[in-house]
């Protein structure tokens, strides 16, 4: 679908109908969501799905994030038990993708579940996600809008740089609030938490009164040698640096002295939205060479440690 001209669409009425049409039409749309900006496609439609992994170059067919407007359309889509309802009930609109049982005759692509019988939903926390959501009036399938293993974007420009002339439109909503992708929880048996996302685990555990599984998806290998390379700046990354080493450039958390600081005051949540901002602008400076301060594992730290680490992974 998509030519070497994407449109720049303003989050207002009409910028949100013309890209509602390209939707209806099997094209791609990247909109902002309240985590990272998504790269949409109706996800009823083989045809449409299939161009999201060629515009990123994603190599493999993982399953895909089926956005809806609410839970009672997500309701069209799989079964919802007691603890998915209890979930949906406390955190949507927001940062939680639930994986349920996906219903019979459903209508979604088997390109979004990669044939599997389990479907990935969540309702976004942003007025242009929704409004676009209501105007197309179905389900949208959206991977982060990044070219596959690179980093995830949150801001237009971060889209444009990464996807120009491969997808149709792009709607400019500004900067992500949260930053990093949503936290996924499987409901299908036992509560498993399967990627530490936007919505901090313990919040999660809580409403629930007992501990998430930890069960590992296929992106995160065991043994950090096996850890899959995504989120990727240019640069060479090295986690838990005191300090940096000659050629390294420093980012910073918390009180040290550094070129850029994912937040000086320590505070993890404001982190988590500089994150992918700031490896994007490592990569606009040409780093060769990041060192990353260390970040305290708990609470939102434990989805920018996650992502850190997958950025330090071995390169393919
Ligand atoms: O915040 C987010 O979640 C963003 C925004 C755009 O909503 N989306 C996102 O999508 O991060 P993506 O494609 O980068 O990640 C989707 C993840 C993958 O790790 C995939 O394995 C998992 O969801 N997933 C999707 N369907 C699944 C299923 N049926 N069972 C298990 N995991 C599933
Ligand atoms: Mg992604």
Redesign the pocket.
């Known amino acids: 679908m998509s030519d070497d001209q994407m449109l720049r669409l303003k989050p207002d009425a009409a910028g949100i109908a013309t890209a509602a049409a390209i939707l209806q039409a099997a094209g791609l749309v990247s909109f902002p ?8 496609a109706d996800a009823r439609n083989d045809i449409a799905v299939a161009q999201i992994y060629a515009a990123k170059g994603r190599p493999s067919f ?6 809806v407007a609410s839970l009672e359309a997500a309701a069209q889509y799989c079964e919802f038990n007691e603890v998915a309802r209890q979930l949906a009930d406390a955190f949507w609109p927001g ?1 939680l ?1 639930l ?1 349920l049982p ?1 219903k019979a005759g459903a209508g979604v692509s088997k390109l ?3 044939g ?1 019988d ?3 939903v ?1 309702v ?1 926390d942003h007025s242009v ?1 929704r409004d676009l959501l209501a105007a197309f009036g179905g389900p949208v399938a ?4 990044n070219l596959s293993g690179r980093i ?1 974007p949150t801001s237009a420009a971060h889209v444009t740089a990464g996807l120009e002339g491969r997808i149709d439109a792009v709607v400019d909503g500004g900067a992500c609030t ?1 930053g ?3 936290t ?1 929880v ?1 409901c ?1 048996g036992a509560p498993a938490l ?2 530490a ?2 919505i901090p685990v313990e919040a999660l555990e809580a409403c629930l009164g007992q501990p998430l599984l930890r069960y590992a ?3 995160t290998p065991t043994a950090p040698g096996q850890l899959a390379s995504h989120y990727a700046p240019q640069g060479k990354v090295r986690l838990n640096a005191a300090y940096a080493n000659v050629g390294e450039v420093l980012l910073g958390f918390g009180p040290v002295d550094a070129p850029l600081n994912l937040s000086p005051a320590g505070d993890l949540t404001e982190a988590a939205a500089n994150l992918f901002a700031c490896l994007h602008q490592l990569d606009a400076m040409n780093a060769t060479a990041i060192a990353v301060s260390p970040i305290p594992d708990h609470g939102m730290g434990r989805a920018i440690n996650d992502r850190l680490r997958r950025a330090a992974a071995p390169r393919a």
């Open positions: 969501t309240e985590t990272v900006y998504g790269l949409g993982n399953p895909l994030i089926v956005h940062a993708t994986v996906l979004v579940t990669a599997l389990t479907v990935a969540r976004p996600a959206a991977p982060s809008a995830s949260v990093v992708e949503s996924i499987s299908v399967l990627r996302g936007g998806d296929p992106e």
